[in-house]
């Protein structure tokens, strides 16, 4: 266990976590249970061999970019993952309660009503532009740390990939689809008549037109799962990213809140939240970067005193 850091713990955790609750609660959702808990086994084998062959120093800059960077490449799978699990511990979708609690909260739907409202293609690829900004956050903040200082790159990669883990585990046990749910794009999930709108909007014509609805259009159509909505992992990961521009990339800190502030605002524009979720992912964003940064310090102690952990 030498050579290893928390980031390699957490994600070990995380995956032989998922790959228990597997084999104790699969039912008839999970047909492929047996492979997905050998599957989860041989991950956590191989990120041990990683470790161990790096730690030989007998490697070339293939192997160290990805001994760095594995997490990130884990990411895509494991979420999409979360999509086939998350009918363990639920029947259905828990959209219902949700939609009750917007209309209580709100006296309305907020998520359909903001497009409606502002139905312009200019506002529109603002909040569309916003929300795939998410994608250069992640990976241009991280290369940004790599190339300016390891200790504050594994920082970051430590507590975006927890963020990420802990959203992931809330998706298998509380599936929300969101507003999408309104138009069934994810499978034919049935709400019940007293919670289906009586009008859904149709999406504005001018708002698809946009070339940035058209480019989320299509990652959603091939990338999203349903079932991922509470939290916001957008909303979660986004707040990361800015927490470490403020500290470390400070000259890009005030344009990037602006963009993480219309992100939180395009999750519920472009009908992928609800409003409730983006309170969700401010919360995870804050609790995991207070246990993280206090398990890097306890973990991670050379790295964790270089770049002032905490502080």
């Known amino acids: 266990m030498r050579h290893y850091r928390f980031i390699d713990v957490a994600t070990q955790g995380y995956v032989a976590l998922v790959g228990l609750l597997v084999l104790i609660f699969h039912n008839e959702t999970v047909p492929q249970w047996r492979w997905l808990v050998l599957g989860h086994l041989g991950l956590v084998g191989m990120i041990h061999l990683l470790i161990c062959e790096e730690a030989t120093g007998r490697h070339g800059a293939l192997l160290r970019f990805v001994r760095h960077f594995y997490p990130i490449m884990l990411y895509v799978p494991i979420y999409n993952e979360t999509g086939h699990l998350n009918q363990m511990f639920a029947t259905g979708m828990l959209d219902p309660w949700f939609i009750r609690m917007e209309e209580r909260l709100f006296g309305c739907q907020p998520s ?14 603002v909040f569309y532009v ?14 940004a740390l790599y190339r300016q200082d390891r200790r504050q790159f594994f920082h970051y990669i ?31 999930f049935d709400l019940p008549a007293a919670v289906m709108p009586t009008t859904v909007p149709d999406f504005p014509a001018a708002v698809q037109k946009g070339p940035f609805f058209q480019i989320m259009a299509l990652i959603y159509h091939h990338f999203e799962t349903p079932g991922a909505a509470f939290p916001s992992s957008h909303v979660a990961v986004a707040v990361t990213t800015l927490y470490f521009s403020w500290r470390y990339i400070r000259g890009i800190r005030w344009a990037h809140a602006v963009v993480v502030v219309l992100l939180c605002l395009s999750t519920v524009y472009c009908r992928y939240h609800y409003a409730v979720d983006i309170p969700g992912g401010l919360v995870m964003a804050g609790m995991v970067i207070w246990a993280g940064n206090h398990l890097m310090r306890r973990w991670d102690g050379r790295v964790a005193e270089a770049v002032e952990v905490g502080q």
């Open 158 to 188: 430590t507590l975006v990939s927890v963020v990420f883990y802990a959203c992931f585990l809330v998706y298998i046990f509380l599936p929300v689809v969101g507003p999408r749910i309104f138009y069934r794009d994810f499978g034919d």
């Open 112 to 125: 359909l009503l903001f497009m409606d409202k502002l139905p312009y293609l200019w506002v529109s690829e």
């Open 130 to 143: 916003s929300y795939f900004s998410y994608y250069i956050m992640i990976t241009g903040c991280g290369l």
